[in-house]
């Protein structure tokens, strides 16, 4: 099983800044990792699929970028609504599926 | 519009059965495979089953494997998870979700609630 680990857990950054956050995987998954956003109550909303592509309706604001075992999601300029929790995803090598365990982008 | 609405949820006693159900409507469902995600209370997400289009290939986590069953209807667009012998770790939000590799929908979710 291919595990995850997002960094850092959380976050505190103000609106405006850059924020960037990272997804390690135990081997390589190729370009095959996905992020997600999911505000509370909400269910998860794609934002970047194979490291790199902007989902549909996705800002702009938003890029991954990566391959192998390290991958980042940047965020250029912070708006309020981007605020949340983002999980990685892999599915190069499954079953399982697997997630990264979230980073939670706070307002400082 | 892609919509998926999961019902079926609710709270049963550990060792009980419930049966999820997820509407899928505004694309062709049995053109795309199907998932179900879960999400425990305050916890992450957690893939738990996946099934092809034409339900002839399924996966499971290790977590749910012999104890849940995925299955789909495609007359009906209609993904199903049938759950038995359910404990407290089964507890949490299950989403169902389309995919195409990755989630690219998904529903609001169905809560199971896992309790004596």
């Known amino acids: 099983e291919i595990v995850l680990t997002q960094s850092p857990a959380t976050l505190s950054l103000s609106p405006g800044e850059r924020a960037t956050l990272s997804c390690r995987a135990s081997?390589?998954?190729?370009?095959?990792l996905a992020w997600y956003q999911q505000k509370p109550g909400q269910a998860p909303r794609l934002l970047i699929y194979d490291a790199s592509k902007r989902a549909t309706g996705i800002p702009a604001r938003f890029s991954g970028s990566g391959s192998g075992t390290d991958f980042t999601l940047t965020i250029s300029s912070l708006e309020p609504e981007d605020f949340a929790v983002y999980y990685c995803q892999q599915r190069d090598n499954w079953p399982p599926i697997t997630f990264g365990q979230g980073t939670r982008l706070e307002i400082k | 519009e892609v919509q998926l609405v999961e019902s079926g949820g609710g709270l049963v006693q550990p060792g009980g059965s419930l049966r999820l159900s997820c509407a899928a409507s505004?694309?062709?469902?049995?053109?795309?495979?199907m998932n179900w995600v879960r999400q425990a209370p305050g916890k992450g997400l957690e893939w738990v089953s996946y099934i092809s289009t034409r339900g002839s290939t399924i996966y499971y986590a290790d977590s749910v494997k012999g104890r849940f069953t995925i299955s789909r209807d495609n007359a009906k667009n209609s993904l199903y998870l049938q759950m038995n012998n359910l404990g407290a770790e089964d507890t949490a939000l299950y989403y169902c979700?389309?995919?195409?590799?990755?989630?690219?929908?998904w529903g609001q979710g169905t809560l199971v609630t896992v309790s004596s």
């Open positions: 081997q390589s998954v190729g370009s095959y």
């Open positions: 505004g694309f062709t469902f049995r053109s795309y495979e």
């Open positions: 979700a389309r995919s195409e590799g990755t989630f690219d929908y």
